[in-house]
C-alpha cells in the first residue's frame, strides 16, 4: 500500500471521527426533542462524515476541479435524499406515535369506534395501534359491566330492602296485637306468624346462595348427575304447587336407557331447576301447561327446558331476565307465594359454574326457559 493510499485513508478515517464526536454531541443533546428531529440529526451525521471525507481525499489526490465537482454534487443529492428520506420516516414514526399516546390516554374511556390508524406507518406501531384499541374495548366492556353489577346490587338492596320490610311491617302488626289482647285467634296468628317467617327466611337463603355463587368459592366435589332422574324428581316436589295453581305439569325424556348424565353437583342443580319450574308455574296461567323437556343436542351437550304458559315476556325484558331482583312487574309488593327475584338471577349463576348456558325464548302462548350443559366425560 503506497503513501498516497495511506494519507487518503487515514484523513477519511480522521474527518469521520470527527464528524461523529460532533454528530454524537448534538444527538445528545436533542435525545429529549422529537423523535423525528433526532432521526434528522442521525441521518446528517454520516453524510456529514462521507462529504467530508470525500473531500479531503479530493483535494489529496489533486483531481481536476471537473470531476471534484461531479462527485461533491453527487454526494450531495445523495445526501439531500437521504435526508428527504429520514424526514419522512421521522414524519411517519411520530404520527404514530401520537396516535399511540392519544390511544393511551383514552384507555379506560367509553369505547366509541374510532377510525383505525392511517397513513404509512411502521407496521409495529400499527400494531400497537391495533392492541391498544382492542384493550380500550375490553377495559369498556368492563367498565360497562361494572356499572351495571354495581346498578343490579343498589336495586337487589332496594328490593330486598322493600320486600323485608312488609313481612317485618306484618309480624310487627301481629305481634302488638297478641301482646295487647286484641286478637281472639291465637292459634291463626300464629301460624301467619310462621308463614311470614319461612317466607323471610326464603329471601335470606337466596340471598346467601346467591352471594355464594359471586363469591367463586372453592369448587365442589362433583359427580355424575342424570337430568332425566333430576327433573322427574322436581316434578314430583312441585306437583303439589302445580295442582293448587291449576297447573298442569308433566315431564317428556327421550325413550331410551340413555340417562343424559352431566358432570356436576345434584343439590346446585336441583335447585336451578327448581326455581324455573317454581317461576313457571307461578306466571302460568290457570288450565295452562308447563313442560320439561330433557333431551341431546346434536354436538352431545344436554339439554333441560321448561315451557310454560304465561303469555310471553316482552321483547325488551328478555336481555334483564336474568337481572338481579327483576320481576317482570311494575309493583314491587310480591305475593305471599313470590321471591325476591333472584330466583333465575341463582338459576343462572349455577348453570354458568358448570361450564353450561341458560337463556329464554318466547313461544306460542308462553316461553321456554333452556338450560345446556356438557355431557359427563367418556372416561368417567
Same mark, same amino acid.
Request: overall charge negative.
Given at each position: 500500500?503506497?503513501?498516497?493510499?495511506?494519507?487518503?485513508?487515514?484523513?477519511?478515517?480522521?474527518?469521520?471521527?470527527?464528524?461523529?464526536?460532533?454528530?454524537?454531541?448534538?444527538?445528545?443533546?436533542?435525545?429529549?426533542?422529537?423523535?423525528?428531529?433526532?432521526?434528522?440529526?442521525?441521518?446528517?451525521?454520516?453524510?456529514?462524515?462521507?462529504?467530508?471525507?470525500?473531500?479531503?481525499?479530493?483535494?489529496?489526490?489533486?483531481?481536476?476541479?471537473? @470531476?471534484?465537482?461531479?462527485? /461533491?454534487?453527487? *454526494?450531495?443529492? =445523495? %445526501? &439531500?435524499?437521504?435526508?428527504?428520506?429520514? +424526514?419522512? $420516516?421521522?414524519?411517519?414514526?411520530?404520527?404514530?406515535?401520537?396516535?399511540?399516546?392519544?390511544?393511551?390516554?383514552?384507555?379506560?374511556?367509553?369505547?366509541?369506534?374510532?377510525?383505525?390508524?392511517?397513513?404509512?406507518?411502521?407496521?409495529?406501531?400499527?400494531?400497537?395501534?391495533?392492541?391498544?384499541?382492542?384493550?380500550?374495548?375490553?377495559?369498556?366492556?368492563?367498565?360497562?359491566?361494572?356499572?351495571?353489577?354495581?346498578?343490579?346490587?343498589?336495586?337487589?338492596?332496594?328490593?330486598?330492602?322493600?320486600?323485608?320490610?312488609?313481612?317485618?311491617?306484618?309480624?310487627?302488626?301481629?305481634?302488638?296485637?297478641?301482646?295487647?289482647?286484641?286478637?281472639?285467634?291465637?292459634?291463626?296468628?300464629?301460624?301467619?306468624?310462621?308463614?311470614?317467617?319461612?317466607?323471610?327466611?326464603?329471601?335470606? @337463603?337466596?340471598?346467601?346462595? /346467591?352471594?355464594? *355463587?359471586?363469591? =367463586? %368459592? &372453592?369448587?365442589?366435589?362433583?359427580?355424575? +348427575?342424570? $337430568?332425566?332422574?333430576?327433573?322427574?324428581?322436581?316434578?314430583?316436589?312441585?306437583?303439589?304447587?302445580?295442582?293448587?295453581?291449576?297447573?298442569?305439569?308433566?315431564?317428556?325424556?327421550?325413550?331410551?336407557?340413555?340417562?343424559?348424565?352431566?358432570?356436576?353437583?345434584?343439590?346446585?342443580?336441583?335447585?336451578?331447576?327448581?326455581?324455573?319450574?317454581?317461576?313457571?308455574?307461578?306466571?302460568?296461567?290457570?288450565?295452562?301447561?308447563?313442560?320439561?323437556?330433557?333431551?341431546?343436542?346434536?354436538?352431545?351437550?344436554?339439554?333441560?327446558?321448561?315451557?310454560?304458559?304465561?303469555?310471553?315476556?316482552?321483547?325488551?325484558?328478555?336481555?334483564?331476565?336474568?337481572?338481579?331482583?327483576?320481576?317482570?312487574?311494575?309493583?314491587?309488593?310480591?305475593?305471599?307465594?313470590?321471591?325476591?327475584?333472584?330466583?333465575?338471577?341463582?338459576?343462572?349463576?349455577?348453570?354458568?359454574?358448570?361450564?353450561?348456558?341458560?337463556?329464554?325464548?318466547?313461544?306460542?302462548?308462553?316461553?321456554?326457559?333452556?338450560?345446556?350443559?356438557?355431557?359427563?366425560?367418556?372416561?368417567?
Amino acid at each position: 500500500m503506497n503513501r498516497d493510499t495511506m494519507t487518503i485513508l487515514a484523513l477519511t478515517t480522521l474527518w469521520t471521527l470527527v464528524v461523529a464526536v460532533i454528530g454524537g454531541a448534538i444527538l445528545y443533546q436533542f435525545r429529549r426533542r422529537s423523535l423525528r428531529v433526532t432521526m434528522i440529526v442521525a441521518a446528517l451525521a454520516p453524510m456529514a462524515a462521507a462529504l467530508a471525507a470525500v473531500l479531503q481525499s479530493v483535494r489529496a489526490m489533486f483531481i481536476s476541479e471537473h @470531476d471534484s465537482w461531479v462527485v /461533491l454534487w453527487t *454526494l450531495a443529492f =445523495a %445526501a &439531500l435524499l437521504g435526508l428527504g428520506m429520514s +424526514v419522512l $420516516l421521522g414524519h411517519w414514526i411520530s404520527a404514530g406515535s401520537r396516535d399511540v399516546g392519544q390511544r393511551l390516554r383514552r384507555l379506560g374511556t367509553t369505547y366509541e369506534p374510532s377510525d383505525r390508524l392511517t397513513g404509512a406507518v411502521p407496521a409495529e406501531l400499527a400494531a400497537l395501534t391495533d392492541e391498544l384499541e382492542m384493550t380500550r374495548e375490553k377495559l369498556a366492556a368492563s367498565h360497562a359491566r361494572e356499572r351495571a353489577l354495581e346498578a343490579s346490587r343498589r336495586e337487589l338492596v332496594a328490593f330486598m330492602s322493600h320486600d323485608l320490610r312488609t313481612p317485618l311491617a306484618g309480624l310487627r302488626a301481629v305481634a302488638e296485637g297478641l301482646e295487647d289482647g286484641v286478637i281472639d285467634d291465637v292459634p291463626a296468628a300464629l301460624r301467619q306468624m310462621r308463614s311470614t317467617v319461612d317466607r323471610m327466611t326464603g329471601l335470606v @337463603d337466596d340471598l346467601f346462595e /346467591l352471594s355464594r *355463587l359471586s363469591a =367463586a %368459592a &372453592l369448587p365442589r366435589k362433583r359427580s355424575a +348427575v342424570s $337430568l332425566r332422574e333430576l327433573a322427574e324428581d322436581v316434578a314430583g316436589e312441585n306437583g303439589e304447587h302445580a295442582r293448587a295453581s291449576g297447573v298442569d305439569l308433566t315431564v317428556s325424556t327421550p325413550p331410551g336407557d340413555d340417562r343424559l348424565a352431566v358432570q356436576g353437583d345434584p343439590d346446585e342443580l336441583t335447585r336451578a331447576v327448581t326455581n324455573l319450574v317454581g317461576n313457571a308455574i307461578r306466571h302460568t296461567v290457570p288450565g295452562g301447561t308447563v313442560k320439561l323437556l330433557v333431551d341431546r343436542e346434536t354436538d352431545g351437550r344436554v339439554r333441560l327446558a321448561v315451557t310454560d304458559g304465561c303469555g310471553g315476556i316482552p321483547a325488551d325484558d328478555l336481555d334483564r331476565v336474568f337481572d338481579i331482583g327483576w320481576r317482570g312487574d311494575e309493583q314491587r309488593t310480591p305475593a305471599a307465594t313470590s321471591g325476591g327475584g333472584l330466583g333465575l338471577a341463582i338459576a343462572r349463576g349455577v348453570v354458568e359454574s358448570h361450564d353450561g348456558q341458560i337463556g329464554v325464548t318466547n313461544i306460542d302462548g308462553g316461553c321456554a326457559f333452556q338450560i345446556e350443559l356438557p355431557p359427563v366425560p367418556a372416561n368417567t
